[in-house]
Nanobody, 124 residues
């Protein structure tokens, strides 16, 4: 009922930048929160950054310590889209990045949806 489409991954050299995008569509009444998680080979999926939706402010954000000061999450309420600007990328950032969205459907059911994942590889 709720679909997430990610884009923007790829190969980048250390110190480079990438911007990920994730657009939500489907039977959405409201979105509470969107965010990004990542999973490196042999490791568990971890939270990267989240942002709240709704309201006129820019949204409340949360980051894992390892990306603070380098990554910035932002949103576009009207487009139901979340972005992750990643600067000063390091090899340890290499992972599959997954978009997440949570909220209410038009049938007033809670939803928790995941995107298909986009590969980010940081290598010289």
């Amino acid at each position: 009922q709720v679909q997430l489409v990610e884009s923007g991954g790829g190969l980048v050299q250390p110190g480079g930048s990438l911007r990920l995008s994730c657009a939500a569509s489907g039977s959405i009444l409201s979105i509470n929160r969107m965010g990004w998680y990542r999973q490196a080979p042999g490791k568990q999926r971890e939270l990267v950054a989240t942002i709240t939706f709704g309201g006129s402010s820019g949204g409340s954000t949360n980051y894992v310590d390892s990306v603070k000061g380098r990554f910035t999450i932002s949103r576009d309420n009207t487009k139901k889209t979340v972005y992750l600007q990643m600067n000063s990328l390091e090899p340890k950032d290499t992972a599959v990045y997954y978009c997440y969205a949570g909220g209410l459907t038009t049938k007033w059911n809670q939803f928790h949806s995941w995107g298909q994942g986009t590969q980010v590889t940081v290598s010289a």
